[in-house]
C-alpha cells in the first residue's frame, strides 16, 4: 500500500513538475516518519489534503477541509468520462474558493488545488536563473 502510493505520488510530481524520467518502486527507501508526524500534525496550522474525487459524495468533505483552513489537492482523473459530473464539481469547487476568498486552480488535467481564505496559488513557474 505505501509503495502503491509512493507511486502515485511520484506520477502526480512528475506532472507537476515535468519530469518526464520514470525510477522504479526498486529504486524508493521507505522512510519511518511515524515518530514526527504526531509533531507535525500538531504545529500545523494548515494541512494539504488530497482527495480522489469520484463524483458528487467527495465534495461535501472537500467543503468541509477547506472551511477548516486546509489546502486540498483533488484527483479528478476518474472524473474525465463524465463531463456532467466534472462540470458540475467544478463549478461547485469554483463557487466553494469564491465564497471562502481563497483560490482554485488546474494542474494539468488530472488535478484541481482548492485553497482556503487567504491563500492564493501563483500561476508564474518557478524557473531557474538562466546565465
Not at 31 to 42: A, H, R
Not at 78 to 84: C, G, P, Q
Not at 88 to 96: A, E, F, P
Amino acid at each position: 500500500m505505501v509503495e502503491y502510493e509512493m507511486v502515485k505520488f511520484m506520477g502526480f510530481m512528475d506532472k507537476l513538475l515535468g519530469k518526464s524520467e520514470r525510477l522504479s518502486v526498486e529504486e524508493y527507501e521507505e522512510l519511518d516518519l511515524g515518530e514526527y508526524e504526531s509533531e507535525i500534525v500538531e504545529e500545523a496550522e494548515t494541512l494539504i489534503k488530497v482527495a480522489e474525487v469520484t463524483g458528487l459524495n467527495e465534495v461535501p468533505e472537500i467543503r468541509r477541509q477547506i472551511y477548516e483552513g486546509n489546502i486540498v489537492i483533488a484527483d479528478i482523473a476518474f472524473l474525465r468520462h463524465d463531463k456532467l459530473t466534472l462540470d458540475r464539481i467544478l463549478k461547485d469547487l469554483r463557487q466553494l474558493a469564491e465564497d471562502v476568498n481563497g483560490d482554485i486552480v488546474g494542474l494539468g488535467e488530472d488535478y484541481v488545488v482548492v485553497t482556503p481564505t487567504g491563500i492564493r496559488v501563483d500561476r508564474n513557474k518557478i524557473r531557474g536563473i538562466k546565465k
